[in-house]
Structure formats: C-alpha cells, structure tokens
C-alpha cells in the first residue's frame, strides 16, 4: 500500500493541478486538432475526385510538413528562452526572443520558396514507384506539383502567424489561436466545397482548388493572431515596441543561435527522415501513398493530443526552471509524462482503435487500399502511448535548453537507427509493407529507454536567461 502511495504521490497531481495544465493544454490541443480536420476534409474531398489527385497531394504535402516542422522547431528554440523570460516577468527579454524568430522565420520560408519551386518535380519524383505505369506516374506527379506550387504562396504568413502564435502560448493565452484556427477551418470548408468541385458558383479547381483553400485559410488565421497582439500589449507585453528598433543584444543573440540552430537542424532531420521513411514505403507502391496518406490523416488529428500536451511540458517546465524552481519542476514533469501516458492510452483504446475499420470507407478508392489503410490505423493506435512518452521525454529535455541531448535523443536516433534498418528492407528485401510498418513503428521502445534513461538523470534541469 505504501508503494502504491508513494506511486499516486509522485505521478498523480491534484484537481488543481490537471485545471491548472487543461487550461494551457486543451486550447492548444483544439486549435491544432482543427487544423488537422482540416487537412482531413482536404484529403476526403480530393480523395472523391481520384486516387492519383489523392497521391499527388499527399506526396506534395510531404515536403511542406518538413517545412512545417522546420519552422516549429526554430520557433522553439527561442522558445525556450521566452518561457524562462516570462516565468521572470521579463518582457524585455521576450521581445528580443521574438524578434530573433521573426528574422529566421522569415529566412527559412524565402529558402523553401525557391527550393521547393525549382526543385519540387526531383522531390516529387522519388515517391512515384518504379512499377506506377507512364499515365499514373505523370498524373500523380502533375497533381503534386500543382498542389506545391500554390501552397508556396502561404510559406511566410504561415512562418510569421506561427511565431506570434507561439509567444501568446508562452504567455498562457492559448485561446485567441485556437479561436483563429477555428475561424480558419469554417473558411476552408467553405472553399474546399466551392473550389474543389465548383459549388456555391465557384469554379470547379479540383487539386489547385484545394490548395486555394488551404493557403486563404492560413493567411487569414495568422492575420488574425497578428491583429489580435498588437491590439492588446497590455496582456502580451512583449509586442509593444516590437518593432521599435528591433534590435537584439549580440551576446543573447548568440545564445539563441546556438540553441535554435541546434533544434531547427534537429526538426529539419526528423520531419525529412519521416518523409524518407514515406519514402521507403512507397518503394512497394502508390497504393501505400494512397493508403497512408488515409491512415495519417486520421492519426494526425489525435496526434496533437501527445504533440501539444508535450508542448505544454515545454511550457509549464520551462517558467519553473526558469524561476529557479528545480524540485517542483521535476515534479511537475513526472506527472506531467504520466498525464501524457494515460491521455493517449484512452485515446488508443477508446477512440483510435474504433475508427480503425470505418474510417477508410469514406474515401473513394480501392478496397486493397483501404484495407491497408485500416491497417496502418490500427498500429498507429497502438504506438500512441508510446509516441506519448517519448514526445513528453523530448519536450523535457528541451525545457532546460540542452538542444544537444534532444538532437541525439531525436534525429541522431532516426538517421543513424531507424532509417538504415528500415532502408536495407525495403530495398533489398522482399518483406512486404505490413512487416515494414511493424519495424519501423515498433523501434520506438528503443527511444523509450534511451529518454527515460536522459529524463532520470536530471541533467536537464537548469536555468539559462541569468
């Protein structure tokens, strides 16, 4: 019975503590589970039209989720430092923190504008499968470079709504995002329905009119955000004087550096290592695009439960550390995991794993592919616990600002383990797609020892804005 105690006391908080961590996550949660019904919405409409449309996107959709998560993980970066600047009560600091986003924010988008645009038919190439017939390999490959193209339109909106999105999160206003993206994804339905097959007298678009949709819709949402800060400084008070001088201390500035780059290295790698594992699935055909990209939607929409409550992690973590606050840091973080755990276990079992079976049918494709689509759901399901203590290991060893341990933790793992075993199948293999997607999803117990083991040592814990 002791043991049981000393278990609840240390993984269980109370009812103030859950409202406390609801309050920041659940915002959070709802706006990015609404931008992924989006996507949902996307793929079920275009999946109405054709599966080569629907592998086009999805293949096209590829390359802007590595930029996606590439802006995430610079964002973060300075990140962290905005977190421990608000747990001091500097606005000051925080302002420069912004400031640094918004210059390399805006870099990387001008850099995957001109990357995406000259070299998107050589990206889009490498998923069309050797065996795709001449017809199908042109159609997919023209519906993709389409989609690419007009989605290159929204890149620096996106890129600067993100950073004002993350510092009111870091200053606990998580509902004005989840209100914008809410807003967002009414206009998108909206002009899906209209563009993609010509309703509401709109032109009938198809592929091009689904990206129309979805850029509209993020420059609108990071309008909204923008808009909102700057007319209330006085609950976010970092924007006020953001732009007045814009400068940046030269000795912070470095500090940032070294920790942005380091994380925005890291989620380049990652989210280019999760589209060559796309890669390395396609290998055994388009009817795998289709089918994962059926399966991913779905599971993306769940997803942002473990991802934002990882966040939260960042957040909560980070202002105690930064506060100098270590024992109620660590604290809070083990039941913070153990909150993630539980979370996303219910998820699998009670959500996930009932949808496994229906989902699928409302696309319009062949029924091989959505039976692997079923498939791929249903190990997904499975995985998410421990996709939950693994993004709640990384997010803690984020929080102190060692982005080298989260480098090895993450990317190292997915380049130097996962994507050699997972290509030596796939390539000079036989192994079918079923037996691929266990090996690579299944790994992930070896990132659970490895974080668990980082997490115990307590090395993470430390200030670094004195």
Known sequence: MRFLHNLKKKFIGDRQFYLYVCAIAIPMILQNM???????????MVGQIGTMQMSGVAIANQFTFVFNITIFGTVAGAGIFSSQFFGKGDADGQRYT????????TLLALIGI???????????????NEEATASEAAATLGYGRTYLNIMLISMIPFAIGQVYANILRECEETRVPMAASVIAVVMNVILDYGLIFGNLGMPELGVAGAAIATVAAKIVEAGIIIIWAHL??????CIGGLYKGFSIPGGLSLQMLRKSMPLMLNEFLWSYGMATLTQCYAMRGLDVVAAQNISSTITNIF???????GSSIAIIVGQKLGAGRFEE?????????AFSFL???AVCLFVMLPLASWFPNVYNTEPE?????????????????????????YFTLRSGGNVMITVAFDSIYTWVILLPILFVFARFTTVGIHILIIIATYMEVIKIAIGLKMVCSNKWMRTIVN
């Open 343 to 345: 979370v996303c276990l």
């Open 98 to 105: 912004v400031r640094f986003r918004l210059i390399i924010c």
């Open 232 to 237: 209330n400084t006085d609950k976010i008070r």
């Open 303 to 309: 997803g942002v439960i473990y991802i934002q409550l």
């Open 369 to 393: 592919i959505r039976a692997l689509a079923t498939y791929m759901i249903t190990i997904n399901a499975t995985a998410m616990p421990m996709w939950a203590l693994t993004n709640a290991f």
């Open 114 to 128: 001109l990357a995406f645009y000259f070299f998107g038919d050589n990206l889009i190439g490498l998923y069309i």
């Open 34 to 44: 609404v931008t992924n019904f989006v996507s949902l919405l996307d793929n079920i």
């Open 329 to 337: 840091a660590k604290d809070t973080d083990n039941k913070l995991i």
